[in-house]
């Protein structure tokens, strides 16, 4: 290297980073590494760990880890030193790879966030499928139309705006004797329709026996008049 002034100018790296680096769609592997969750950690180790992941460095656990503090094989997250029991314990918070009392985990990312991926049931949605049929769809109508729903202990299913009553209470809250009511009406329902059946076959039957006399008329008045009409020698 010269010493002359204006040549000591410090060069940059020999293999320059134009593009960044982007991890395989089709990858099983990159999936894992993605799905990999970054939680209950310190904001450094959140960092060095979401770096690991961005750059395909991260190397998810084939066989659980040992805790430093149980001495127990509860770890089943790759670079952590302590478990999640440990370190929750107490009331305490302690970061799951380095060990150090924190005052707040780092928020990891929506991607990195177990939790995040998990839907909490309605009350209402799984109160609509106790309903019959067609109160189910008048419900689902009202919803596909864009009108939000909630429950009412008073009034029952009502809109959350206009508080217009979609479905009573009464019709939601059934009692011993609706029910009895509903299931006698079904075996009604069903004896009425077995008889209609046995009706139509009646009908059936007699219309083909209809038909054979017919046929049997017919075939008489014809044998009569081939009898009849011989040719005169």
Known sequence: MSLRPGNN???GQKHQNTYTYHHNKGSLI???????PLDLLCDRCLDILSWKVKFNKYHPLKNPGKCNQCLGKNIYKAYRTICDSCATKEGKKRC???????ENYAKPDV????????????????LIKTLKKKYQKTVYRKINTGVRIEYDEEK?????ETKE???????????DDDEDEENGEDENDV???????EDKKEEKNEIK???KEEENINGKEGEDIDTSSKPEE
């Open 9 to 11: 100018k410090k060069k």
């Open 30 to 36: 990159s999936r894992k590494i993605l799905s990999s």
């Open 96 to 102: 799951t790879k380095c060990g150090e009392e924190v």
């Open 111 to 126: 991607r990195n966030n177990p939790e995040a991926g998990v839907k909490k049931k309605s009350p209402v949605m799984e």
């Open 156 to 160: 029952g299913i009502i809109d959350e």
């Open 165 to 175: 009553v979609i479905i009573s209470l009464d019709k939601i809250v059934k009692s």
């Open 191 to 197: 004896e009425e329709d077995n008889n209609d059946e």
């Open 209 to 211: 026996e209809n038909k």
